[in-house]
């Protein structure tokens, strides 16, 4: 919230929604909502100027200081901290990993509890059996938890539901080792009389199907399995080279600083804090954020960090899976419903400050240039990127040779030379806009991917592509690696198109921009060239509509980051197969859906026919958040112009109030594909294309030869 001046903050999750594990049992208990109980990292992210980057990590390259990630080029830092949690463990003991349901990572647990309750409810033997190893307050509040919210499920179905068996297995010769004795006899007479089963002293040494069986050779079936024991840490953390605790937690001394890295910072459960051990609880990881925010700045400029001593009590609140919950510090004990109340004010008040933040609020300061340098970048041919960044950010993006090329990049020529096998037509095509992202990668995909539609849409093979990049000054390091990310995302996709990146051009400039010009093959004889539309046919297309509706929606700060996260693998899954499949069914015609909107690409389309073409609102599919934007009246600042052309729509009067009419001018950023085909295979096509990949490919209109009217209209809308 104070943000210092020339640092980049970058936060890498491999999620947008991160849980608050205080409120989880509130959660299974169906107290509170998924949104309640999640922080959106998209919304925070923007709120304070930080590059977000989703993705998962698999380790770190310490001497390189950088960020190894499954799914990107690695992530450059100068110093480094680490709060990634922990997660029950499992190792060792056989047969757990693949039958036991964790709980954590929370965000893989939720879905595996939904289906555990689709499980129960239609379950038709005498009763549901449901287990938890772990008899800490975790185990024992997610045990109640799911017992209150079954009960109310099966309330709901009187006489429908079978009843749930619960039982509760621990090692530990008692409940909640870590509380006072008056808080364990609260929970045993809590669980005593809700009908739990407790097992102690009970080791499991294996688990299988539907069956775990303990040390002392007690057997306990199960129907759902569920593991709440011992934390433990990913192996990627001690594989990387970090010195760790003998459990393989990141090793740090009392100001969260790695005792083996100088620049590598780490708290919360990851952290093993060696001069002052203290349990893996997330009371100590809240406590660790403003030390751990002091000492990450002050590493920063280069001064003496300061020691920080976590508390040695600290209050619990346990909650008992109804609104009841159990306090306890030291050696008080205290119970009620108030209780219950009291967690849920400090639970959702500390949610709040992070839930109520408006992006844009508290921008981070841009990484700061010289006043000298600020005022004589120079323009024209003199404000291209440096010849040796660009030189070097060739050379790690790392294009493979290919006989097609015969001058590329290897060579530093002019111009790029390339082979055209005889009897094939050359398709070529150029886009070019602004970031819509803080991450060059992720836009460098983006952008080539939307390249790539144009020659998709035109039935072409994706030959070759230049790149064309405007970056801000940020100094020589920072730009090299910003262009490097933005070169190596437009390069990854264009290699998985089959294309190869031959060259392209660089230059300064006020905000970052990406374009791609490509080139595709034609034989001369593809359906697209035809466009022999008949009377009858289909219109297929292969994407949901929306993405300039939920970018413009980012801009005002209105979306969540589960809509951008869906608009994102909207973008970037590739057309290339889409075109197979239609060409396999015998389009007649394409055409990518882009920025001018689906009608005016439909009327392009059309041009050489007379027919008319009925659309059916109804069925358009939209991107998730699109519709909720348009409720509140945002659309893209392009939809305007677009929607000039609704003067060819025979209905358009009547149809403007229609829920769904604006998708058909929002212009689409590597939006979807729209085919036409015969009607008596339009059904077939898209199941295929459904079964490929394109889980929103839809039949949304026909073919047809209506009367227009005098003003000759060619286009006409029905439901919505």
């Known amino acids: 919230m104070n943000p210092m001046s020339r640092v980049r903050l970058t936060l890498v999750s491999s999620q947008v929604n ?64 680490i709060n990634i949690g922990s997660t029950p463990q499992l190792e060792g003991i056989p047969g757990a990993a693949e039958h036991a349901i964790p709980v954590k990572p929370i965000e893989k647990f939720l879905p595996r509890w939904e289906e555990v309750q689709r499980r129960a409810a239609s379950w038709t033997r005498d009763r549901f059996r449901i287990c938890v190893v772990g008899g800490g307050a975790g185990g024992v509040e997610l045990l109640l938890s799911m017992q209150h919210r079954l009960k109310q499920t ?5 006489g429908r539901a079978v009843p749930c ?96 890295h100088a620049n590598v910072f780490a708290a919360g459960d990851v952290a093993a804090v060696l001069p002052y051990p203290r349990p893996k609880a997330g009371v100590f990881a809240v406590r660790q954020g403003k030390p751990l925010a002091e000492n990450l700045r002050r590493a920063l400029e280069g001064s003496p960090l300061r020691p920080f ?33 009291w967690k849920n004010s400090i639970d959702v008040n500390w949610m709040r400050q992070y839930q109520e933040l408006e992006p844009g609020s508290m921008p981070a300061k841009p990484l700061a240039e010289s006043a000298l340098s600020a005022s004589m970048r120079c323009a024209g041919c003199g404000g291209k990127v440096g010849g040796d960044v660009l030189a070097r950010v060739l050379k790690r993006v790392g294009s493979q040779p290919d006989p097609k090329v015969l001058v590329g990049l290897a060579e530093r020529r002019d111009a790029s030379v390339v082979a055209i096998p005889a009897g094939q037509i050359l398709v070529q095509s150029v886009d070019y806009f602004r970031f819509m992202f803080d991450d060059p990668y992720l836009c460098g995909r983006i952008a080539a991917n939307h390249a790539l539609n144009d020659l998709y849409a035109m039935g072409a093979r994706p030959h070759s592509g230049l790149v064309i990049a405007s970056l801000p000054f940020e100094g020589e390091v920072e730009m090299e690696e910003t262009l490097f990310q933005t070169v190596s995302g437009a390069h990854r996709e264009l290699e998985q198109a089959g294309a190869v990146l031959i060259g ?58 589960e809509w951008i996260e869906r608009s994102i693998a909207n973008a970037l899954l590739s057309n290339q197969r889409a075109v197979a499949c239609l060409q396999e069914y015998g389009v007649r015609a394409m055409t990518d859906i882009s920025g001018f909107g689906l009608v005016r690409h439909l009327l392009e389309l059309r041009r050489p026919s007379a027919l008319g073409v009925t659309i059916d609102l109804g069925a358009i599919p939209a991107l998730p958040g699109a519709l909720e934007l348009l409720a509140r009246g945002v659309t893209s600042s392009l939809a305007s112009q677009n929607r000039a052309i609704g003067r060819e729509i025979v209905n358009h009067p009547e ?54 009217g005098s003003e000759g209209r060619t286009v006409r809308v029905v439901g919505g």
């Open 504 to 561: 392209g051009h660089s230059a300064e400039g006020s905000e970052p921009s990406i374009g791609l010009m490509v080139q595709g093959t034609l034989d001369g004889s593809s359906p697209a060239a035809h466009l022999s539309w008949q009377p009858g046919d289909h219109l297929i297309l292969t994407k949901p509509l929306g993405t300039g509706i939920v970018f413009a929606g980012q801009q005002a700060g209105l979306v969540t980051g």
């Open 154 to 158: 099966a309330g709901l179905k009187p």
């Open 165 to 260: 068996e619960f039982t509760l297995v621990t090692q530990s010769p008692e409940l909640l080792v870590s509380h006072n004795a008056n808080v364990r006899r609260r929970f045993e007479r809590v669980l005593r009389e809700r009908g739990v089963r407790v097992e102690l002293n009970q080791r499991i040494v294996q688990v299988s199907a539907d069956r775990l069986r303990s040390a002392s050779g007690m057997e306990i079936g199960f129907d759902a399995l569920f593991w709440v024991t011992t934390a433990s840490a990913q192996s990627w953390l001690r594989d990387s080279g970090l010195a760790t605790d003998d459990r393989g937690f990141v090793a740090v001394n009392e100001c969260l600083q790695s005792t083996s």
């Open 18 to 81: 991160t849980p608050y594990s205080g409120m989880l049992p509130g959660l299974i208990s169906g107290h509170y909502t998924f949104d309640q109980t999640h922080l959106d990292l998209w919304r925070i992210a923007r709120a304070t100027g930080v590059r977000c980057v989703l993705d998962r990590v698999l380790g770190l390259d310490l001497d390189g200081r950088r960020v190894i990630c499954a799914d990107r080029p690695p992530i450059p830092y100068d110093v480094l901290s």
């Open 309 to 341: 001593r976590p508390q040695r009590q600290f209050l619990s609140l346990v909650s008992t899976g109804d609104r009841h919950a159990v306090a306890s510090r030291g050696s008080l004990a205290l119970e009620g419903d108030w209780v219950w109340r």
């Open 655 to 708: 149809s403007t109030g229609a829920g769904r009419y604006e998708l058909l001018f929002d212009p689409q950023t590597a939006g979807g594909l729209l085919g036409v085909v015969p009607a008596e295979v339009a059904k077939d096509a898209v199941n295929a294309l459904r079964d490929m990949g394109y889980g929103d490919a839809v039949d949304i209109g026909v073919v047809g030869d209506f009367d227009g």
